[in-house]
Nanobody
Framework: VQLQASGGGLVQAGGSLRLSCAASGRTIVGYTMAWFRQALGKEREFVGGIKWRGGFTYYADSVKGRFTISRDNAKNMVYLRMNSLKPEDTAVYFC??????????????????WGQGTQVTVSS
């Protein structure tokens, strides 16, 4: 499955953004979908993930309560709604897919497919 992330941009602290991840090539049914991010000079880190059905989600502590992941399997889309953004949320955000749809892994190696990333910049 090919992934294309979009929706990034420049926003002031406290603002909101919604990222989108469009999948193509095959259905995302059966895949766990996740978002990761990588700030300049830092390692890529897990942001949150969603199982393929049931709407079960899991988030990193740093974004819990502020970010929400959702998916539309019929449209082959995954979303990341980001509220109350902070300067430390500045990073390139990547969507990823794992064939193991029954669990949400937090390690990069658990994901088979990656999008190209979209830049999110939060100004103070």
């Amino acid at each position: 499955v090919q992934l294309q992330a979009s929706g990034g941009g420049l926003v002031q602290a406290g603002g909101s953004l919604r990222l989108s991840c469009a999948a193509s090539g095959r259905t995302i049914v059966g895949y766990t979908m996740a978002w990761f991010r990588q700030a300049l000079g830092k390692e890529r880190e897990f942001v949150g993930g969603i199982k393929w059905r049931g709407g079960f989600t899991y988030y990193a502590d740093s974004v819990k309560g502020r970010f929400t992941i959702s998916r539309d399997n019929a449209k082959n889309m995954v979303y990341l709604r980001m509220n109350s953004l902070k300067p430390e949320d500045t990073a390139v955000y990547f969507c990823a897919a794992s064939r193991i749809g029954s669990r949400i892994g937090i390690g990069q190696r658990e994901y088979n497919n990656w999008g190209q990333g979209t830049q999110v910049t939060v100004s103070s």
